[in-house]
């Protein structure tokens, strides 16, 4: 055991020597525990060696003060370079803390006055990292005396002081009598010490079951790279020397990957800890009281992991009304009046008698609500057997795996409140009622899918059919892009942002953010023009083009029509549904995708963690309410919200980027890309706010006329005193770009005006050539005549920049920012007659789509998002022609 020690120097307390002391042997030390960081930053042991300490006098100096000349730091006094060494203090590091004088927990995150501690301790302090990582819970536990201190070293407590502990006991779950006397660890249940460690985090998959070693006082040898097996070997360790029945009371469905040998671990046993969170007040029944409920061939004390499963005795009652389900007791419960739990059970006419599938792991142990399971005549019938409890995939089986079944409807059960006589009981009833057999609808495995295509894939090569599973298996993996447009090859700064977007959907040893495996989400908030699409555009690019992310669907988030369209895009995209699917059954088939993600690759890999993964984009969700019931909530993918909303993050528990206006720098930066010439836009910058969106169409409006900096700043002026003079309303100048859009209006012809104050009106993410082609009735009176007019006033917008091609370059799109600006800045005649014309457009398209005898429905699907939009605008103070014409639209958009 390698130890710190310290030495003052020139009789100054306030200044240290610290040396590292290998092989000590002391009696009297203190130890650190702490949340590491980034690894360059941490002291390492060769750092130690080439005497850089000076991070570590912190601890060193608070030892002083408590009378102690060493101390032992995890990160420094370890030679990971030794595996030998490194595996010695992975399985001593509880006793290395058990026996310490004292621990310091250092809280790198936590910065609390001392004059308001007592209020704090509830907020930043209980907030802190330091309590989500798996390590932590050993060194809180195993020492005897813990302090706790902030990110200055002031001190904030022990972990037994009268205000500290109990606040300790409600972040942890930890018992206040195990927090003071940790050898009272001993006699808690196993489920409960589990439920400690559920939903703590480690950098290595493997050290969430090596942490927990020490608390359940076993052994074994660390294998870094067995991913999740780490916890299957630590159960079957724990289960070596205890009979707590409480290690199967797990109730929560599994969340790991299902990897590479996990299908073969038998279905009584957790795949990880998350999985006790609910199960702490389950409490081992001693075995005499246990068989005292049953007959005498009660349940054995032994129980032991074989090649067919788990091999275990227990009392088995069948559930008539469900074919091959049985209730299994444990010697546990979590009822107050001790009645045993029970687990379900599943067996097939396939299945060797003596062999079952646990089923329903969602529900856990069965609990009775205070009322028994059995009367107490009638638990004669309740035989104790030994049983073999199998894995998912097990060739004991002809099936393989737990087949489906449907749940039994139980009104048709003929069940009594109190009894249901059994045809297979001796003549004793067994008490099972309604209220029982209500809750046991059957929840499928969450791996069924991946356990199915296992099935599939082994029946196939035992018929020699390989070469059809790898078609198969191909023709499953069609990886979809749903991009809305290319890359914007403009797109200059964010690159901080784009950075961290990076390291939070990858994380890596330099970043460990994320180490679930499951969903990483992140919102990107900012005021309208700042950027946002495009900075998830140029992501989504960048991804891609790399080859980050093998899948990127993109959803416009504007309306719940644009999501609908969107999950629509991506379904075609994977051909999931035939066309006219219902829309509900389109999102669910594309939610379904993404959750069995390359379920097929990561089942026949050797890798512990899935490598491929997906990117959703939720663009432009302004309005939050909306996307709960379109969010997966599984899969080995990351979504990316954009919201002007800046409290969108919370809603869905997201990490948050707000995007900042550019500084003068990065604004004449993305001039001088846009513009191509080697300007000082400094001056210019300054008066732009910022916003990306205003620069690109001062930009354009530049190379338009070929101003020059001080030409446009000159009509800026100009421009302002027009604002100021007609008393526009204040909400179009948004940052001053109200000034801008009144800059660049100005040079529009009125035909392009008009086509412009037109496209205000419809769905901005994609308007169809053909929506726009003139007609000769009701019509704007400055609106292109005539097609060629009409192309005209579109490459004048095109080349202003107020507009863009779409990608599918039979439409255009335009910013929402521009649409707003435009109709604020109409007059009441013109708003009047610009929207009824795009009603009269989008009615004559409505109308023509529907001419011939088999409408095309995807003509009519892109028409529905400008019905809708329209319909937004719309109001009784509108022409009567206008809304009479809208009303028709949507009642055939209804049908």
């Known amino acids: 055991m390698h130890l710190l020690s310290w030495e003052v120097l020139d009789g ?45 006098k912190g601890c060193c100096k608070q030892a002083q003060k408590d009378g102690l000349r060493y101390v032992w730091i995890d990160t420094c006094c370890i030679n990971k370079a030794s595996s030998a060494e490194l595996s010695e203090a992975i399985t001593s590091m509880f006793t290395y803390y058990e026996r310490s004088n004292v621990c310091y927990v250092f809280m790198d995150d936590v910065l609390i006055d001392s004059t308001a501690k007592e209020n704090l301790y ?43 502990c109990p606040v300790i006991e409600s ?119 246990h068989n005292k409920v049953f007959t005498a061939s009660g349940n054995k004390l032994d129980y032991a992991i074989t ?32 009645i045993p739990s029970a687990i379900l059970l599943r067996t097939t006419t396939e299945t060797p008698a003596g ?139 964010r690159d901080g942002v784009l950075q961290e977007l990076r390291d939070a959907f990858f994380p890596s040893e330099r970043n460990p953010k994320s180490q679930s495996g499951g969903l990483t989400g992140y919102t990107i908030s900012g005021m309208g023009g700042i950027g946002k699409t495009q900075v998830a555009l140029e992501f989504a690019h960048y991804c891609i083009e790399n080859h980050l992310f093998n ?9 719940s029509t644009s999501i609908h369209a969107g999950f629509q895009r991506a379904a075609s995209e994977l051909k999931l549904t035939e066309q006219g699917s219902p829309p509900d059954t389109i999102v669910r088939e594309v939610l379904r995708w993404l959750s069995d993600f390359d379920q097929h690759s990561n089942i026949l890999s050797s890798s512990s963690t899935p490598s491929a993964k997906w990117l959703l984009v939720f663009d432009n969700a302004d309005d939050t309410s909306l996307l709960p019931d379109f969010l997966p909530s599984t899969g080995p993918g990351c979504v990316l919200v954009t919201s002007r909303d800046p409290n969108a993050w919370f809603e869905f528990r997201f990490e948050n980027i707000s995007l900042d206006p550019f500084t003068i720098e990065e604004s004449s930066e993305l001039f001088r890309r846009l513009t191509r010439k080697d300007w000082d836009f400094a001056s210019l910058s300054e008066r732009f706010g910022g916003l990306p969106l205003a620069i690109s169409r001062a930009a354009s409006l530049i190379i338009m006329k070929g101003f020059s900096v001080t030409e446009y700043l000159r ?28 800059t660049t209006l100005r040079q529009l012809s009125p035909s392009s005006r008009a086509l412009l104050q037109v496209i205000s009106f419809l769905d901005p993410k994609f308007i169809q050539d053909s929506i726009l082609i003139p007609l000769r009735t009701a019509m704007l009176e400055e609106y292109p005549q005539n097609k060629s007019d009409l192309f005209e006033s579109r490459s004048d917008l095109l080349q202003y920049a107020l507009i863009r091609r779409s990608s599918e370059y039979d439409g255009v799109q335009v910013h929402r920012l521009v649409q707003r600006v435009v109709i604020e800045r109409m007059n009441a005649e013109e708003y009047q007659k610009a929207l009824s014309t795009a009603v009269t457009l989008v009615s004559s398209a409505w109308i023509d789509a529907n001419s011939t005898e088999l409408p095309d429905p995807k003509i009519l699907e892109g028409l529905l998002p400008h019905v809708f939009k329209l319909a937004e605008s719309v109001t009784e ?9 809208l009303l028709k639209l949507l009642s055939d958009a209804e049908e």
């Open 715 to 742: 009509m800026w002026d100009e421009s302002d005193k027009e604002i100021q003079s007609q008393g526009y309303s204040s909400r179009a100048r948004i940052d001053s770009s109200g000034i801008i859009w009144s």
């Open 307 to 338: 090649n067919a499963g788990l091999a275990i005795r227990l009392p088995l009652l069948e559930i008539p009304e469900f074919e091959g389900l049985y209730a299994a007791f444990l010697a546990c419960t979590e009822g107050e009046d001790r």
């Open 551 to 559: 899948a990127v669907i993109w959803i416009d988030a504007t309306t």
């Open 355 to 493: 062999y079952f599938w646990r089923t329903n792991c969602n529900e856990g142990p069965i609990e009775r609500s205070k009322r028994r399971w059995f009367s107490t005549s009638g638990r004669e019938a309740i035989d104790s057997i030994d049983l073999y409890v199998i894995p998912r995939f097990s060739s004991v089986s002809g099936d393989n795996i737990e087949p489906p079944w449907i749940r039994v409807d139980t009104a048709k059960t003929q069940c009594e409140d109190a009894v249901k006589t059994s045809s297979r009981t001796k003549k004793n009833s067994l008490a099972i009622d309604t209220a029982v057999l209500n809750s046991l609808g059957h929840a499928p495995d969450p791996y069924f899918r991946e356990l199915a295509f296992l099935r599939q894939a082994h029946q196939m090569i035992s018929t020699n059919q390989a070469d059809q599973l790898v078609n198969m298996i191909k023709t499953r993996q069609r990886f979809p892009k749903t991009l809305p447009s290319p890359r914007n090859r403009t797109f200059c700064g």
């Open 122 to 164: 509830s907020s930043s302090f209980s907030r802190s990292a330091w309590f989500t990582r798996g390590w932590t819970l050993q060194e809180l536990i195993a020492p005897l005396r813990v302090k706790f201190f902030d990110s200055s070293w002031s001190f904030l407590g022990l972990k037994t002081d009268e205000l500290l």
């Open 877 to 885: 103070e509108d022409g009567l022609h206008t809304r009479t014409n």
């Open 171 to 289: 972040i942890t779950g930890i018992d206040s009598t195990v927090l003071n006397i940790p050898a009272t660890a001993r006699l808690v249940s196993i489920s409960k010490k589990m439920s400690w460690a559920a939903r703590r985090k480690t950098t290595r998959i493997e050290d969430v079951a090596y942490s927990l070693m020490g608390i359940f006082g076993v052994y074994m040898s660390p294998l870094y790279g067995e991913g999740h097996h780490a916890f299957i070997r630590l159960q079957e360790a724990i289960m070596r020397t205890s009979n707590d029945h409480t290690i199967f009371a797990w109730i929560s469905p599994p969340i790991v990957p299902l990897t590479p040998g996990l299908e073969l671990v038998s279905t009584m046993l957790a795949l990880s800890p998350d999985q006790f969170e609910y199960s702490a007040a389950f409490r081992s029944i001693p075995h005499d009281e």
């Open 12 to 56: 100054r307390e306030d200044k240290l020597k610290i040396r590292l002391e290998r092989d000590a042997n002391v009696v009297n030390y203190a130890i650190l525990s702490h949340r590491w960081g980034n690894p360059e930053d941490e002291v390492s042991f060769e750092d130690m060696l080439n005497g850089r300490q000076e991070g570590k």
